[in-house]
């Protein structure tokens, strides 16, 4: 059994810089026609400029294949209208982080309060720039996103032409929201759709299944998983694949992140064809995203056989998600 | 400011087998006067021959110092009323462990069934040894032990001449069970009265805090805390210090268990200082225990005084909770 993807993409990639980048940027652009790249680096990509570099950094460790990274700023409240509209050249979307919720992300949003994100979302709106978020409060790690509900209703609201992108969404309350507000949009990671908080830390304790936000509960999963796997129209596939090195994720003080980039497509094929929704998965991998984005991919033929995959124990010193482990499916030919 | 403990005890306390039990029973045998040693060996301690050798290399790892180890058998629902007249000469207690819940419970109990259990649970009320349990399904990590609730109100309704300890208890609804029964008791660690999931999961992941049950949150760490601070006459401190080597913490699959031992005291002092309860330690750390198991511990002081305490990186090889940290109180002298 094979099944040939048309231009896949990862709506929401950390391909990090320097020598983790060219680590890991050709794993995506083997079997990716392109990604939403993540500006949070450090510092943050807040300028054209350090857009434009990060970008042909970026090209350059991909040159080898057919891959266009879609770029995105770092949100701040004080970007101009015309500022904006200079970047809308060259952006697909603003990344919103609310400060201190994740790797890399001291330089985000402390408040949510609408009036001073007023000026911003509505040049975005004018623009057609998506915001896509990083839904969390700082509460209890289990809450976070729930209590994140009340803002995404407020900017869906307030801002009802603004496009509104809930990334990786790991809770039942984000997928029933999606239908409460038309301009709300989400990406689903890989990870989420598998694992729950047992996983982490319901047996022995998984540092390579530690990411923000942290998995929840199964209930939460079956929610994403039914959103995906009828490709949910208003639904994305966004890895949220975040390298670390192992010495990062095995350690006293272990960084948040599930590494999936090169098994993202093989692992999702092999999930959709259990539950007998293989013939979705073009939409989730990239019919959605180039709706909701209005973009047209590269072109590039991803094809995937039902032949097993034993998921390698690292990638250059970054362990994978089902290291070790086998997949029903691997990819037989990329074109 | 100084304070003088009296023989305190850690009435729930892990020294494993081995090199562990060299490294790790003179930290605890130094500033306590005795311990209810956890039989979850591999194999389990099941035979008073076992337990016997088990408590004779005890004691030889803490000949330096006045220790009594307290010793319990695992619990096993095949165990005859014979047995266990003789076994009660030389144990404190049965721990009972649902199978494959925490470290080395694989041989445990796997159901919880009244039935099954009769013929010992009334056994142990006749012979009035107390059945210390482990109480947690195998549901959600965040739910195990409220979910265990019915299950203690089973074994409290249906034997009631049997003293049960609720050990190392986590939740709001364990502490509030203890009003509900005459014969429930409960063990509190260290740990859970500082930390909640936020500890563990909420920043970077932090295996040396993770344990099995899992912190929870803040409300239910402050029951806890309204327990433990007022020396409620139906719980006793157990430290639950469970050591494993760093290789097995800070690893892609880490173990479940805090090393509490040889800060316990001094982080205890800091705690009830700091909530001027310090006049309640002495019946929480030894006391209330000795009302409950009806034991008379060895005598031995214990002073403990308001001097920062510089916790060490790792007790050959076993990193402690607060390793590195500062502590206000620290161990002045043991007579």
């Not at 790249?37 to 970026?58: C, D, F």
């Not at 990274?69 to 697909?92: G, Q, V």
């Not at 509960?217 to 192992?246: T, Y």
Request: net charge negative.
């Amino acid at each position: 059994m094979t099944i040939t993807l048309n231009s896949p993409l990862d709506m929401h990639l950390h391909l990090r810089d320097g020598e983790m980048l060219k680590t890991v940027a050709p794993l995506s652009s083997h079997s990716f026609a392109g990604a939403i790249i993540m500006p949070n680096l450090v510092p943050p990509i807040t300028s054209i400029e350090a857009l434009l570099e990060y970008k042909s950094r970026i090209l350059s460790s991909t040159c080898r294949d057919r891959f266009e990274p879609l770029m995105t700023l770092f949100f701040r409240d004080d970007y101009s209208y015309e500022f904006l509209k200079e970047a809308k050249k060259e952006i697909s979307a603003l990344k919103l982080y609310p400060s201190g919720i994740t790797t890399n992300s001291e330089g985000g949003v402390s408040s949510m309060d609408i009036e001073g994100l007023r000026d911003v979302f509505e040049a975005m709106s004018e623009l057609e720039i998506p915001l896509l978020v990083h839904g969390e409060t700082n509460g209890f790690v289990m809450d976070r996103e729930k209590e994140f509900v009340s803002v995404y209703e407020q900017f869906a609201k307030n801002f009802p032409r603004l496009k509104i992108v809930m990334e990786h969404i790991t809770t039942k309350e984000s997928a029933e929201l999606l239908g409460r507000y038309e301009n709300l949009y989400a990406t689903i990671t890989l990870h989420h759709l598998y694992i729950t908080l047992d996983d982490v830390a319901g047996g022995l304790l998984r540092p390579h299944l530690f990411c923000k936000p942290i998995a929840k509960r199964a209930e939460d999963r079956d929610a994403l998983l039914d959103l995906a796997l009828s490709a949910h129209p208003k639904v994305m596939f966004g890895s949220d694949s975040a390298p670390h090195p192992i010495d990062k994720k095995e350690s006293c003080g272990c960084a948040a992140g599930v590494f999936t980039a090169p098994i993202a497509l093989q692992a999702l094929a092999s999930l959709f064809e259990k539950n007998d929704n293989l013939q979705n998965l073009q939409a989730f991998v990239s019919e959605n995203a180039r709706e909701i984005y209005g973009c047209e991919p590269l072109s590039k033929e991803v094809t995937l056989e039902k032949t097993p995959f034993l998921v390698p124990d690292s990638y250059g010193g970054v362990v994978p998600m089902f290291a070790g482990e086998e997949l029903d499916w691997s990819i037989k030919s990329v074109s």
